[in-house]
């Protein structure tokens, strides 16, 4: 059974340039047959529209927690309760901080508190915002809770600065959040899996060797495979699909 089909997965999107990468994400979690429920925060809405997002997961978008929904069900924790995962990303400097607090202030914010699922934060930032004392021990009490705060990429930002902040791809997140579901309800949840991947080369002598066609392909499918059923997965793997260098 797919891991994704039929899980209802909480994905807020918080104020930050990194945005829009999320909505790539949305369209990966729904194709592979999750339901995505997406709230904005007020910030959000500025960087990317609702209606990106209802378009891309086929669901109303939520933004207001003062909205009456039409099933008089109350919004604000009705998401929350319902939900197998919530995933925040980009998780703002500022929203860190609100759930570090435990402040109710918005949707985001009262459906984490209301909500027993799984929370999942991406960080994205400016670099001394991330690296900002009250930043990273905000993080430290989010981790203490059982949250879990990935840690964001090194490379260049939106401002022209290179460092630790940046969001990572959408593939990444969704490798994160087919683990941690897998975790809770995979067959292979608890197990150790080693996964060998690509070909062997044995030397003949310090220039010739004796290889095989394997493209690696097989190993990665299995490795992942075994991530999504819960498993925690070493993949070892020769070189494969290195890119053509620049002749
Ligand atoms: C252009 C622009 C880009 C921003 N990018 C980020 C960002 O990447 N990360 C961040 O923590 N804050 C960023 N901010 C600041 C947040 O939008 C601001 O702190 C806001 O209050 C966050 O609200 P929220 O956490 O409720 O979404 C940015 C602001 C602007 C104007």
Redesign the pocket.
């Known amino acids: 059974m797919p891991i994704l089909r039929g899980k209802h997965i909480v994905l807020g999107v918080?104020?930050?340039?990194?945005a829009y990468k999320v909505a790539q994400l949305a369209r990966n979690l729904t194709l592979a047959g999750a339901v995505v429920d997406v709230i904005l925060?007020?910030?959000?809405e500025r960087f990317v529209g609702a209606a990106t997002f209802q378009a891309l997961t086929g669901r109303p978008v939520l933004t207001d927690m003062w909205a009456l929904p039409e099933d008089n069900v109350v919004g604000h924790v009705a998401l929350g309760m319902h939900a197998d995962l919530i995933v925040i990303a980009?998780a703002?400097?500022?929203?860190l901080a609100r759930l570090a607090a435990g402040l109710a202030d918005?949707l985001l914010t009262t459906t984490v508190l209301a909500s027993t699922a799984p929370i999942l934060c991406a960080p994205?930032?400016?670099v001394q915002?991330y690296a900002a004392a009250a930043t990273q021990a905000n993080i430290a009490t989010l981790r203490q809770r059982g949250i879990i705060v990935l840690e964001p990429e090194i490379g260049k930002m939106a401002e022209p600065m290179e460092g630790k902040g940046r969001l990572p791809e959408p593939p990444l997140l969704e490798g994160e959040i087919r683990a941690l579901l897998g975790q809770q309800s995979g067959s292979l949840r608890g197990r150790r899996v080693v996964v060998t991947a690509g070909g062997t080369r044995e030397a003949i002598d310090p220039i010739r060797y004796l290889g095989n066609r394997s493209s690696g392909q097989m190993g990665y499918a299995l490795a992942e495979a075994a991530r999504d059923a819960g498993a925690h997965v070493t993949l070892i793997s020769t070189p494969v699909a290195l890119p053509a260098p620049p002749v």
């Open positions: 918080c104020g930050s340039i990194a925060t007020e910030a959000a980009p703002t400097a500022h929203t918005d994205a930032m400016n915002m």
